[in-house]
Protein backbone atom coordinates (compact mmCIF):
# COMPACT_ATOMS: atom_id res chain seq x y z
CA UNK A 1 0.00 0.00 0.00
CA UNK A 2 1.07 3.38 -0.93
CA UNK A 3 1.79 6.04 1.51
CA UNK A 4 -0.83 8.31 -0.72
CA UNK A 5 -3.65 5.32 -0.04
CA UNK A 6 -2.69 5.10 3.80
CA UNK A 7 -3.21 8.81 4.01
CA UNK A 8 -6.59 8.28 2.14
CA UNK A 9 -7.54 5.91 4.46
CA UNK A 10 -6.29 7.95 7.82
CA UNK A 11 -8.64 10.56 6.68
CA UNK A 12 -11.52 8.85 5.60
CA UNK A 13 -11.28 6.42 9.28
CA UNK A 14 -11.26 9.91 10.85
CA UNK A 15 -13.87 11.16 9.24
CA UNK A 16 -16.20 8.22 10.24
CA UNK A 17 -15.49 8.69 13.49
CA UNK A 18 -15.94 12.03 13.91
CA UNK A 19 -19.14 11.23 12.34
CA UNK A 20 -20.04 8.46 14.71
CA UNK A 21 -18.88 10.36 17.90
CA UNK A 22 -22.06 13.79 16.53
CA UNK A 23 -24.20 11.10 15.92
CA UNK A 24 -23.55 9.65 19.03
CA UNK A 25 -24.24 12.75 21.09
CA UNK A 26 -27.26 14.13 18.89
CA UNK A 27 -28.82 10.55 19.64
CA UNK A 28 -28.03 11.09 23.70
CA UNK A 29 -28.90 14.56 23.72
CA UNK A 30 -32.40 14.07 21.43
CA UNK A 31 -32.89 11.19 24.20
CA UNK A 32 -33.06 13.70 27.42
CA UNK A 33 -36.18 12.19 29.60
CA UNK A 34 -37.57 15.24 31.69
CA UNK A 35 -39.67 14.49 35.14
CA UNK A 36 -42.73 16.39 35.57
CA UNK A 37 -45.57 16.64 37.57
CA UNK A 38 -48.35 15.87 36.14
CA UNK A 39 -52.30 17.38 36.49
CA UNK A 40 -55.47 17.13 34.72
CA UNK A 41 -58.10 19.75 33.53
CA UNK A 42 -60.71 19.57 36.24
CA UNK A 43 -63.54 21.16 36.30
CA UNK A 44 -65.31 23.77 39.18
CA UNK A 45 -65.39 27.33 40.56
CA UNK A 46 -63.06 30.28 40.43
CA UNK A 47 -63.01 33.77 42.81
CA UNK A 48 -61.05 36.06 42.08
CA UNK A 49 -60.14 38.03 45.07
CA UNK A 50 -57.99 41.57 45.66
CA UNK A 51 -56.36 41.48 49.30
CA UNK A 52 -55.51 44.53 50.86
CA UNK A 53 -54.33 45.36 54.36
CA UNK A 54 -55.63 48.59 56.63
CA UNK A 55 -57.50 49.31 59.61
CA UNK A 56 -60.84 49.41 61.13
CA UNK A 57 -62.63 52.93 61.82
CA UNK A 58 -66.34 54.36 62.34
CA UNK A 59 -68.15 55.11 59.80
CA UNK A 60 -69.27 58.30 61.43
CA UNK A 61 -66.58 59.81 63.82
CA UNK A 62 -66.89 63.06 65.58
CA UNK A 63 -63.74 65.19 66.84
CA UNK A 64 -65.19 67.86 69.40
CA UNK A 65 -63.40 71.17 69.71
CA UNK A 66 -64.36 74.27 71.29
CA UNK A 67 -65.42 76.91 69.04
CA UNK A 68 -64.73 79.47 72.25
CA UNK A 69 -61.28 79.84 74.42
CA UNK A 70 -61.97 78.84 78.10
CA UNK A 71 -61.08 76.70 80.75
CA UNK A 72 -62.88 73.07 80.81
CA UNK A 73 -65.22 73.87 84.03
CA UNK A 74 -67.15 70.41 84.15
CA UNK A 75 -66.40 66.96 82.11
CA UNK A 76 -69.61 64.92 82.80
CA UNK A 77 -68.44 61.62 80.51
CA UNK A 78 -65.22 59.63 81.04
CA UNK A 79 -63.46 57.56 77.98
CA UNK A 80 -66.28 54.69 76.57
CA UNK A 81 -69.20 56.36 77.82
CA UNK A 82 -72.21 55.97 74.93
CA UNK A 83 -74.05 59.32 74.64
CA UNK A 84 -76.96 60.74 72.58
CA UNK A 85 -77.35 63.46 70.57
CA UNK A 86 -77.60 66.10 72.70
CA UNK A 87 -76.05 65.12 75.73
CA UNK A 88 -73.59 67.94 77.72
CA UNK A 89 -70.23 66.39 76.85
CA UNK A 90 -68.06 69.59 78.25
CA UNK A 91 -69.36 72.94 80.17
CA UNK A 92 -66.43 75.78 80.23
CA UNK A 93 -65.61 79.00 82.24
CA UNK A 94 -68.95 81.51 81.44
CA UNK A 95 -67.79 84.20 83.24
CA UNK A 96 -65.88 86.39 80.76
CA UNK A 97 -68.85 85.40 77.96
CA UNK A 98 -71.96 86.33 80.82
CA UNK A 99 -70.42 89.92 81.50
CA UNK A 100 -70.06 90.03 77.66
CA UNK A 101 -73.85 89.35 77.02
CA UNK A 102 -74.79 92.18 79.87
CA UNK A 103 -72.59 94.37 78.51
CA UNK A 104 -73.87 94.42 74.99
CA UNK A 105 -77.59 94.36 76.76
CA UNK A 106 -76.99 97.54 78.38
CA UNK A 107 -75.37 98.64 74.57
CA UNK A 108 -78.64 97.56 72.75
CA UNK A 109 -80.99 99.41 75.57
CA UNK A 110 -79.30 102.51 74.94
CA UNK A 111 -79.51 102.26 71.05
CA UNK A 112 -83.15 101.72 71.37
CA UNK A 113 -83.91 104.46 73.61
CA UNK A 114 -81.86 106.85 70.99
CA UNK A 115 -83.77 105.47 68.73
CA UNK A 116 -86.99 106.13 69.96
CA UNK A 117 -85.86 109.90 70.33
CA UNK A 118 -85.27 110.19 66.74
CA UNK A 119 -88.78 108.85 65.62
CA UNK A 120 -89.84 111.73 67.92
CA UNK A 121 -87.78 114.29 66.72
CA UNK A 122 -88.71 113.20 63.29
CA UNK A 123 -91.90 113.45 63.87
CA UNK A 124 -92.46 116.88 65.02
CA UNK A 125 -90.03 117.83 62.35
CA UNK A 126 -92.69 116.46 60.26
CA UNK A 127 -95.62 118.15 60.99
CA UNK A 128 -93.90 121.53 61.20
CA UNK A 129 -93.09 121.18 57.40
CA UNK A 130 -96.18 120.04 56.17
CA UNK A 131 -97.45 122.84 57.96
CA UNK A 132 -95.25 125.28 56.64
CA UNK A 133 -95.37 123.83 53.29
CA UNK A 134 -98.81 125.12 53.40
CA UNK A 135 -98.13 128.43 54.20
CA UNK A 136 -94.99 128.41 51.62
CA UNK A 137 -97.59 127.53 48.97
CA UNK A 138 -99.61 130.49 50.69
CA UNK A 139 -97.13 132.75 50.16
CA UNK A 140 -96.74 134.04 53.94
CA UNK A 141 -93.56 132.75 54.82
CA UNK A 142 -90.37 133.16 52.88
CA UNK A 143 -88.70 130.90 50.84
CA UNK A 144 -85.32 131.53 53.52
CA UNK A 145 -87.54 130.03 56.15
CA UNK A 146 -89.07 127.13 54.19
CA UNK A 147 -86.09 125.72 53.14
CA UNK A 148 -84.27 125.69 56.77
CA UNK A 149 -87.68 124.30 58.00
CA UNK A 150 -87.04 121.44 55.16
CA UNK A 151 -83.33 121.56 56.28
CA UNK A 152 -84.17 120.35 59.86
CA UNK A 153 -86.70 117.82 58.59
CA UNK A 154 -84.14 115.65 56.41
CA UNK A 155 -81.55 115.64 58.92
CA UNK A 156 -84.27 114.38 61.84
CA UNK A 157 -84.94 111.40 59.05
CA UNK A 158 -81.04 111.24 58.66
CA UNK A 159 -80.97 110.78 62.24
CA UNK A 160 -83.79 108.19 62.83
CA UNK A 161 -81.90 106.02 59.98
CA UNK A 162 -78.42 106.23 61.42
CA UNK A 163 -80.61 105.36 65.25
CA UNK A 164 -82.26 102.39 63.55
CA UNK A 165 -78.38 100.88 61.89
CA UNK A 166 -76.56 101.34 65.24
CA UNK A 167 -79.53 99.24 67.11
CA UNK A 168 -79.39 96.81 64.13
CA UNK A 169 -75.57 96.55 65.04
CA UNK A 170 -75.96 96.36 68.80
CA UNK A 171 -78.75 93.53 68.56
CA UNK A 172 -75.77 91.92 66.50
CA UNK A 173 -73.50 91.99 68.75
CA UNK A 174 -75.82 90.54 71.56
CA UNK A 175 -76.27 87.88 69.57
CA UNK A 176 -73.18 87.17 68.89
CA UNK A 177 -72.04 87.33 72.24
CA UNK A 178 -75.15 84.81 72.83
CA UNK A 179 -73.91 82.42 70.82
CA UNK A 180 -70.55 82.90 72.59
CA UNK A 181 -72.28 82.08 75.89
CA UNK A 182 -74.10 79.45 74.13
CA UNK A 183 -70.80 77.69 73.00
CA UNK A 184 -69.68 77.37 76.44
CA UNK A 185 -71.38 74.39 76.54
CA UNK A 186 -70.79 71.87 74.11
CA UNK A 187 -73.28 68.59 73.53
CA UNK A 188 -72.78 65.58 71.44
CA UNK A 189 -73.92 66.20 67.78
CA UNK A 190 -74.70 62.18 67.35
CA UNK A 191 -75.09 58.94 69.16
CA UNK A 192 -72.17 57.53 69.92
CA UNK A 193 -69.32 56.35 71.87
CA UNK A 194 -66.28 58.33 73.45
CA UNK A 195 -63.79 57.08 72.02
CA UNK A 196 -60.93 59.38 73.46
CA UNK A 197 -60.86 61.91 75.71
CA UNK A 198 -57.87 64.50 75.21
CA UNK A 199 -58.76 66.86 78.20
CA UNK A 200 -58.98 67.10 81.95
CA UNK A 201 -61.13 70.06 84.10
CA UNK A 202 -58.60 72.80 84.13
CA UNK A 203 -57.19 72.62 81.01
CA UNK A 204 -57.59 76.02 78.60
CA UNK A 205 -58.72 75.37 75.36
CA UNK A 206 -58.12 76.76 72.34
CA UNK A 207 -60.05 77.36 69.01
CA UNK A 208 -58.37 76.45 65.94
CA UNK A 209 -56.74 79.08 63.82
CA UNK A 210 -55.03 78.99 59.85
CA UNK A 211 -52.31 77.44 61.20
CA UNK A 212 -53.09 76.03 64.76
CA UNK A 213 -56.15 73.24 64.53
CA UNK A 214 -57.28 73.57 67.88
CA UNK A 215 -57.42 71.59 71.04
CA UNK A 216 -59.65 68.59 70.02
CA UNK A 217 -61.14 67.86 73.25
CA UNK A 218 -62.58 64.39 72.56
CA UNK A 219 -64.02 62.45 69.76
CA UNK A 220 -67.47 60.09 69.36
CA UNK A 221 -68.15 57.91 67.18
CA UNK A 222 -70.97 55.80 65.99
CA UNK A 223 -69.81 51.86 66.82
CA UNK A 224 -73.35 50.88 64.88
CA UNK A 225 -71.58 51.51 61.96
CA UNK A 226 -68.00 49.77 61.42
CA UNK A 227 -65.68 50.26 58.22
CA UNK A 228 -62.93 48.80 56.98
CA UNK A 229 -60.12 51.42 55.14
CA UNK A 230 -57.90 49.42 52.96
CA UNK A 231 -55.22 50.35 50.49
CA UNK A 232 -55.38 48.73 47.13
CA UNK A 233 -52.20 48.65 44.82
CA UNK A 234 -52.94 50.82 41.52
CA UNK A 235 -52.22 47.08 39.63
CA UNK A 236 -55.37 45.93 41.31
CA UNK A 237 -58.17 48.63 42.29
CA UNK A 238 -59.45 48.79 38.35
CA UNK A 239 -61.12 45.29 39.65
CA UNK A 240 -62.43 46.69 42.59
CA UNK A 241 -66.58 47.89 42.22
CA UNK A 242 -68.69 49.11 44.51
CA UNK A 243 -71.51 46.66 46.27
CA UNK A 244 -68.32 44.10 45.33
CA UNK A 245 -68.59 41.76 48.40
CA UNK A 246 -65.69 40.87 50.78
CA UNK A 247 -64.60 38.72 53.75
CA UNK A 248 -62.90 40.96 56.54
CA UNK A 249 -60.27 39.50 58.89
CA UNK A 250 -58.91 41.42 62.25
CA UNK A 251 -55.88 40.71 63.70
CA UNK A 252 -57.65 41.12 66.99
CA UNK A 253 -59.94 38.32 66.43
CA UNK A 254 -58.01 35.28 64.93
CA UNK A 255 -59.80 32.08 63.00
CA UNK A 256 -63.18 34.45 62.11
CA UNK A 257 -63.87 36.10 58.95
CA UNK A 258 -66.50 39.13 59.10
CA UNK A 259 -68.65 39.71 55.73
CA UNK A 260 -68.69 43.07 54.08
CA UNK A 261 -69.44 45.13 50.71
CA UNK A 262 -67.35 47.96 49.02
CA UNK A 263 -68.99 51.54 49.36
CA UNK A 264 -66.47 53.76 48.18
CA UNK A 265 -63.32 53.41 45.90
CA UNK A 266 -61.24 55.96 45.95
CA UNK A 267 -60.78 58.14 42.79
CA UNK A 268 -57.44 59.74 44.31
CA UNK A 269 -54.22 58.10 44.36
CA UNK A 270 -51.67 57.88 47.48
CA UNK A 271 -48.28 57.45 47.36
CA UNK A 272 -45.21 56.75 49.62
CA UNK A 273 -42.24 55.62 49.60
CA UNK A 274 -39.02 57.26 47.69
CA UNK A 275 -38.80 57.97 43.97
CA UNK A 276 -37.39 54.74 43.42
CA UNK A 277 -39.76 52.30 45.58
CA UNK A 278 -42.88 54.80 45.57
CA UNK A 279 -45.93 52.90 45.97
CA UNK A 280 -49.31 54.22 44.77
CA UNK A 281 -52.50 52.96 46.33
CA UNK A 282 -56.01 53.86 45.84
CA UNK A 283 -57.91 53.85 49.83
CA UNK A 284 -61.05 51.54 49.48
CA UNK A 285 -63.73 51.27 51.96
CA UNK A 286 -65.91 48.59 53.26
CA UNK A 287 -68.72 48.66 55.19
CA UNK A 288 -68.68 45.61 58.02
CA UNK A 289 -71.88 43.73 57.66
CA UNK A 290 -72.07 41.43 60.44
CA UNK A 291 -72.31 42.61 63.64
CA UNK A 292 -69.10 42.38 65.82
CA UNK A 293 -69.15 43.10 69.41
CA UNK A 294 -66.18 44.63 70.79
CA UNK A 295 -64.51 45.86 67.46
CA UNK A 296 -62.87 49.20 68.03
CA UNK A 297 -61.57 51.69 65.71
CA UNK A 298 -57.98 51.76 65.08
CA UNK A 299 -57.56 48.04 65.04
CA UNK A 300 -55.58 46.28 61.91
CA UNK A 301 -57.65 44.78 59.54
CA UNK A 302 -57.56 42.45 56.19
CA UNK A 303 -59.54 42.24 53.31
CA UNK A 304 -60.36 39.66 50.34
CA UNK A 305 -62.61 41.75 47.95
CA UNK A 306 -64.16 39.22 45.42
CA UNK A 307 -63.47 40.87 42.01
CA UNK A 308 -65.05 38.13 40.03
CA UNK A 309 -66.83 34.44 40.32
CA UNK A 310 -67.79 31.70 37.81
CA UNK A 311 -68.93 28.41 38.13
CA UNK A 312 -68.85 25.39 36.45
CA UNK A 313 -65.79 26.18 34.17
CA UNK A 314 -62.32 24.13 33.31
CA UNK A 315 -59.72 25.54 35.24
CA UNK A 316 -55.97 23.93 35.32
CA UNK A 317 -52.75 24.99 38.02
CA UNK A 318 -51.66 28.85 37.24
CA UNK A 319 -48.43 27.12 37.01
CA UNK A 320 -48.94 25.49 34.30
CA UNK A 321 -50.01 28.16 32.55
CA UNK A 322 -46.65 29.34 30.31
CA UNK A 323 -45.12 31.37 27.64
CA UNK A 324 -43.56 31.16 24.81
CA UNK A 325 -42.23 32.61 21.12
CA UNK A 326 -45.37 32.25 18.77
CA UNK A 327 -44.20 30.06 16.02
CA UNK A 328 -44.96 30.68 12.54
CA UNK A 329 -45.12 29.08 9.55
CA UNK A 330 -42.17 30.45 7.54
CA UNK A 331 -42.72 28.63 4.03
CA UNK A 332 -45.13 30.80 2.22
CA UNK A 333 -43.44 34.03 3.63
CA UNK A 334 -39.55 32.38 2.02
CA UNK A 335 -38.02 34.10 -0.76
CA UNK A 336 -38.27 32.74 -4.18
CA UNK A 337 -34.10 32.99 -4.62
CA UNK A 338 -31.89 31.33 -2.33
CA UNK A 339 -29.74 33.66 0.18
CA UNK A 340 -25.89 34.00 -0.85
CA UNK A 341 -25.15 32.67 2.15
CA UNK A 342 -24.87 29.24 3.75
CA UNK A 343 -24.43 30.83 7.17
CA UNK A 344 -27.09 33.34 6.59
CA UNK A 345 -29.44 30.68 5.54
CA UNK A 346 -29.34 28.54 8.43
CA UNK A 347 -29.69 31.43 10.51
CA UNK A 348 -32.93 31.92 8.92
CA UNK A 349 -34.08 28.84 9.17
CA UNK A 350 -32.98 27.55 12.30
CA UNK A 351 -34.39 28.61 15.58
CA UNK A 352 -37.89 26.30 15.13
CA UNK A 353 -39.44 28.18 12.76
CA UNK A 354 -39.72 31.88 14.74
CA UNK A 355 -40.39 34.65 12.68
CA UNK A 356 -38.96 38.14 14.58
CA UNK A 357 -41.21 40.67 14.70
CA UNK A 358 -40.26 44.61 14.07
CA UNK A 359 -38.33 45.13 17.30
CA UNK A 360 -36.30 41.61 16.51
CA UNK A 361 -38.14 39.42 19.11
CA UNK A 362 -41.12 37.09 18.65
CA UNK A 363 -44.08 37.66 20.20
CA UNK A 364 -45.04 35.31 23.37
CA UNK A 365 -48.42 33.34 24.00
CA UNK A 366 -49.92 32.20 26.25
CA UNK A 367 -50.16 28.16 26.63
CA UNK A 368 -50.00 24.80 28.04
CA UNK A 369 -47.85 21.63 28.29
CA UNK A 370 -49.68 18.58 27.05
CA UNK A 371 -48.81 15.00 27.39
CA UNK A 372 -49.04 13.18 24.48
CA UNK A 373 -47.50 9.79 23.67
CA UNK A 374 -44.99 10.16 25.86
CA UNK A 375 -43.84 13.45 24.92
CA UNK A 376 -44.69 17.37 25.88
CA UNK A 377 -47.26 19.17 23.31
CA UNK A 378 -47.36 23.15 24.03
CA UNK A 379 -50.79 24.13 23.22
CA UNK A 380 -52.20 27.55 23.21
CA UNK A 381 -55.15 28.45 25.86
CA UNK A 382 -57.04 31.66 26.14
CA UNK A 383 -57.00 31.80 30.27
CA UNK A 384 -60.16 33.65 32.24
CA UNK A 385 -60.32 34.94 36.39
CA UNK A 386 -57.60 33.15 38.42
CA UNK A 387 -57.59 32.79 42.11
CA UNK A 388 -54.16 31.86 44.08
CA UNK A 389 -54.36 28.29 42.82
CA UNK A 390 -56.20 27.63 39.55
CA UNK A 391 -56.76 29.86 35.95
CA UNK A 392 -59.75 29.60 34.06
CA UNK A 393 -59.24 27.94 30.70
CA UNK A 394 -61.67 28.72 28.18
CA UNK A 395 -60.10 27.71 25.12
CA UNK A 396 -57.47 25.38 24.05
CA UNK A 397 -58.31 22.28 26.33
CA UNK A 398 -60.50 19.64 27.30
CA UNK A 399 -61.81 18.32 30.81
CA UNK A 400 -59.21 15.18 31.86
CA UNK A 401 -56.46 16.24 29.84
CA UNK A 402 -52.92 15.72 31.37
CA UNK A 403 -51.20 18.22 31.37
CA UNK A 404 -47.63 19.10 32.89
CA UNK A 405 -48.04 21.03 36.22
CA UNK A 406 -44.48 20.97 37.22
CA UNK A 407 -41.49 21.97 38.58
CA UNK A 408 -41.06 25.29 37.74
CA UNK A 409 -37.38 24.99 36.52
CA UNK A 410 -38.41 21.76 34.07
CA UNK A 411 -41.19 24.13 32.68
CA UNK A 412 -39.08 27.46 32.76
CA UNK A 413 -36.69 25.61 29.80
CA UNK A 414 -39.37 23.06 28.65
CA UNK A 415 -39.70 22.36 24.89
CA UNK A 416 -42.54 21.53 22.34
CA UNK A 417 -41.33 17.62 21.66
CA UNK A 418 -39.43 17.23 24.64
CA UNK A 419 -39.69 13.96 25.82
CA UNK A 420 -40.61 13.42 29.29
CA UNK A 421 -41.01 11.24 32.14
CA UNK A 422 -43.86 11.26 34.74
CA UNK A 423 -42.52 11.66 38.73
CA UNK A 424 -43.83 9.24 40.80
CA UNK A 425 -46.26 10.57 43.47
CA UNK A 426 -44.84 9.82 46.84
CA UNK A 427 -47.12 8.11 49.60
CA UNK A 428 -48.04 9.63 52.71
CA UNK A 429 -45.47 9.31 55.22
CA UNK A 430 -42.66 8.06 52.36
CA UNK A 431 -39.98 10.09 50.73
CA UNK A 432 -39.54 10.24 46.68
Same mark, same amino acid.
Given at each position: ???????????????????????????????????????????????????????????????????????????????????????????????????????????????????????????????????????????????????????????????????????????????????????????????????????????????????????? !? =?? /???????????? +? #??? $?? %??????????????????????????????????????????????????????????????????????????? !? =?? /???????????? +? #??? $?? %???????????????????????????????????????????????????????????????????????????????????????????????????
Amino acid at each position: MTKKKRTILIVVGAAVLLAIFVIANLSKSSGIVNMVQTDKVKKGSIVSEVTATGSVVARTTVKISADVSAKITELPIKDGDIVKKGDVLIRLDQTRYRAAVGQAEASLAAARAAEKRAEASLLEAEQAHRRNKEMFEGKLISEETYTQIETNYQVARANLESAQYFTKQQNAVLEEVKDNLDKTIITSPIDGTVVSLNAEVGEIVMIGTMNNAGTV !I =LT /VADLNTIEVEVE +V #DET $DV %ARVQLDQEARISVDAFPDTTFKGKVVEVGNAARSSGSTADRVTNFLVKILLTDDVPGIKPGMTATADITTAKVSD !I =LH /VPIQAVVMRPEK +V #DTL $DK %APEQEPESGVIAAEVTAGSGNVPDGKNEPKEIEGVFKIVDGTAKFVTVKTGISDQQNVEIKEGLALDDQIISGSYKVLRSLEDGGKVKIEPVAKEGEKK
